[in-house]
Nanobody, 123 residues
């Protein structure tokens, strides 16, 4: 059973950067995808990015493309989300998720979730 723990959130000014980490304990199967979602107050939990554990192929939401980078370190069982050029609208709780179903950009495809980490971007 994979368990996920996020870290790295915080308060940053607009235009700044943060790097989130998601450490996975237990075995991460090669068929798994690891994703980041985010949820702003009063809104749905939205897809941000996903990476295939086996080959590192990535997909991004249009809202973060060119600013965020998802990566993984298989030796450390860790997924990262490098966030640059942050905007106030990026403010949300960011969740790490793991799963092996399709489609890749929907919450229902992921059955393991971390507790979330708060990211706040001030203007």
């Amino acid at each position: 059973q994979v368990q996920l723990v996020e870290s790295g959130g915080g308060l940053v000014q607009a235009g700044g950067s943060l790097r989130l980490s998601c450490a996975a304990s237990g075995r991460v199967f090669s068929t798994m995808r690891m994703a980041w979602f985010r949820q702003a107050p009063g809104k749905e939990r939205d897809f941000v990015a996903v990476i295939a554990w086996i080959n590192g192929v990535t997909i991004y939401a249009d809202s973060v493309k060119g600013r965020f980078t998802i990566s993984r370190d298989r030796a450390k069982n860790t997924v990262y989300l490098q966030m640059n050029s942050l905007k106030p609208e990026d403010t949300a709780v960011y969740f790490c998720a793991a799963g092996d179903r399709l489609p890749l950009m929907t919450r229902e495809s992921y059955d393991r979730w971390g507790q979330g980490t708060q990211v706040t971007v001030s203007s």
